[in-house]
């Protein structure tokens, strides 16, 4: 018999069903060993030695392995397939070897992307060592973490008191929420005036195009500046008529997004459903882990913490396979699609996030998913399927219209476009795909070049500029990935500890600094200001990544 250790006690109950009564699963519950919360716990005059201690909980997991594997045949690491799961691995063999309960029994890592029987045996089929440059990139992100912590975080409670606590992607974090309020705060309303004009064809058709230039000059957002203004050029244009320049049909095409990573689901699961960061991972982890459907036990979707944008090709072709029989031949491509990213570390380049199986519908599994979970599949599913259908192919169509009146003269432009022909919008539509959407459907009347139009109505309406808006945890999550800071991992546990500490709260789905916050904020850029550097931190992940990719030596980054 050998023992097999994963993370989740639902993941083991799901693992120990595929492999059968030679193997006992056990789990560890996450991680099993940690950096106390006191100084000295890292020890850079000792060469960064580290201290590390198990909790109650923990104690009693390991001893429970421990015993397990001192009477099996040989021990099976098959924690999650990322940095922290490899971490997990490395801490359980080395309390293992602690308590010599392995003598010359073998140890094999295996990792699955996905809890289905065939993924799961296959990777015990393909088992490896673990993989020590991972686990490397992890001590030192965790000595880094920690040594950070312990640098800013005393400090803090000295001169601030009521602050709890900083961190390396914490505190940079903040720092975007509080530079973005202070943008709010330091930001002029401007006035400005927009015109359009509501005109009809010769077949008696109405539309409207908008003001573009007047008097020869191109007209800019804010050029019309005062209801004076506008007055003037709209009493220019009561008295004006109107020919059209030029009718320009454009056909255009718009391709789908690749299936999602861990952050564009984040993204997308505040945006479409309002789930915050920490209740994705959370819905996501149990799809991840296995549900009963209708008597088999399967994980409905593959790994949710992954940066990679790329499908297995066994399931491109089965992605194919369903848009054929669900969508029809028509939006099928005729070659399979392909995606890349630019992954900041190729060993965690995982697979993107896609269903396990592309015919398990989401209609055909409503019934065993509660309701956050059946929004959750859904999402991922037509995510991934319109992965790899047809591009939308969509008509633009412009009109330049030339205003005359008497010796002045004026530009206007009436915008439409066609949807010919859905594509993946037949599955699916992101958010931004949402307002665009009606805009694609906003059809011009007939309209020939060089034909007179009459004057129905001509509308001057105010507006102000909108200073930008404060950070939802999507924009935010958004902008951390854009600057290279944190891990798809780390994102919602980051978010988390910000409004735990009461930093920021949110109010309406966007993230307020409180007061406390931007102390903390002012502060560590006056006295630490290295600490909360964008460059500084993003420079430090691409040398953890150097690390994982075997390139660089943990202690070196921490000197």
Same mark, same amino acid.
Not at 144 to 164: C, E, H
Not at 323 to 335: A, M, T
Not at 478 to 487: A, C, N, T
């Given at each position: ?77 098959a924690t999650d397939p990322d940095r922290e799961g490899e971490a997990i691995s490395w801490h359980v063999l080395e309390v ?237 491509? #005729?070659?399979? @699609? ?8 190729? &060993?965690? =380049?995982? +697979? %993107? *996030?896609?269903? !396990? ?31 790899q259908m047809n591009p939308a192919e969509i008509e633009r169509t412009t009109v330049e219209i030339e205003a005359v009146n ?32 009606? #805009?694609?459907? @906003? ?8 034909? &007179?139009? =009459?004057? +129905? %109505? *001509?509308?001057? !309406? ?98």
């Amino acid at each position: 018999m050998d023992v097999v250790v994963v993370e989740s006690p639902a993941k083991a109950k799901t693992i120990n069903k595929y492999l059968g009564r030679n193997y006992k699963v056990l789990a560890s519950f996450g991680h099993v060993r940690d950096l106390p919360a006191k100084d000295g716990s890292v020890r850079p005059d000792e060469d960064f030695s580290m201290s590390w201690s198990v909790d109650t909980a923990s104690g009693k997991r390991l001893a429970d392995i421990a015993k397990a594997v001192k009477d099996a045949d040989g021990l099976i690491l098959a924690t999650d397939p990322d940095r922290e799961g490899e971490a997990i691995s490395w801490h359980v063999l080395e309390v293992l070897k602690q308590k010599r309960v392995l003598k010359d029994k073998p140890v094999s890592r295996v990792v699955f992307n996905a809890i289905t029987k065939n993924s799961v045996l296959d990777a015990m089929a393909n088992p490896r060592q673990i993989d020590v440059p991972l686990v490397d990139a992890y001590l030192a992100r965790r000595a880094l973490d920690y040594l950070v912590g312990f640098t800013l975080s005393p400090v803090l409670w000295r001169k601030l008191p009521g602050a709890r606590s900083a961190g390396r992607v914490q505190s940079v974090a903040l720092r975007l929420v509080c530079e973005r309020e202070s943008e709010i705060e330091r930001f002029v309303r401007e006035e400005y005036w927009q015109i359009a004009a509501i005109l009809g064809t010769p077949r008696k058709e109405s539309f409207e195009a908008r003001l573009t230039a007047y008097e020869g000059k191109k007209l800019q957002k804010l050029d019309i500046k005062n209801k004076e203004q506008a007055d003037g050029i709209k009493a220019m244009l009561d008295g004006a008529t109107f020919r059209a320049q030029s009718v320009e049909a454009k056909p255009t095409k718009r391709n789908p997004a690749p299936p999602f990573t861990t952050s564009t689901l984040q993204q997308a699961a505040s945006s479409r459903l309002g789930f915050s960061a920490n209740r994705t991972m959370q819905v996501a982890q149990k799809l991840y882990e296995g549900m009963d459907i209708g008597g088999e036990t399967a994980g409905l979707i593959t790994y949710m913490r992954t940066d990679g944008v790329q499908m297995a090709p066994e399931a491109i072709s089965a992605a194919r396979a369903a848009i054929g029989k669900e969508f029809g031949d028509k939006y099928l491509p #005729e070659k399979p @699609r392909y995606y890349s990213a630019k992954a900041k570390n190729a &060993q965690e =380049a995982h +697979e %993107a *996030i896609r269903p !396990t199986d592309f015919f398990r519908t989401p209609a055909s599994v409503r019934q065993y998913l509660d309701a956050d979970q059946f929004r959750l599949y859904d999402l991922v599913w037509k995510r991934a399927i319109a992965s790899q259908m047809n591009p939308a192919e969509i008509e633009r169509t412009t009109v330049e219209i030339e205003a005359v009146n008497g010796q002045r003269t004026a530009g206007l432009r009436a915008v439409g476009s066609v949807i010919r022909f859905d594509g993946f919008i037949a599955a699916y539509t992101d958010h931004r795909d949402e307002d665009s959407e009606d #805009e694609e459907n @906003r059809r011009l009347p007939e309209i020939r070049s060089g034909e &007179q139009m =009459a004057r +129905e %109505a *001509i509308n001057a !309406t105010q507006h102000t500029t909108e200073p930008p808006p404060r950070y939802s945890e999507a924009s935010l999550i958004k902008k951390l990935e854009e600057l290279g800071i944190g891990r798809p991992s780390t994102y919602a546990a980051t978010l988390k500890t910000l409004e735990d500490r009461e930093y920021v709260v949110i109010d309406k789905r966007r993230l307020v600094p409180e007061a406390k916050g931007r102390l903390v904020t002012a502060f560590l850029e006056s006295f630490f200001e290295k600490y909360v550097e964008y460059d500084f931190t993003a420079s430090l992940e691409e040398k953890l990544d150097e690390i994982s990719d075997g390139k660089l030596a943990w202690k070196d980054v921490l000197r």
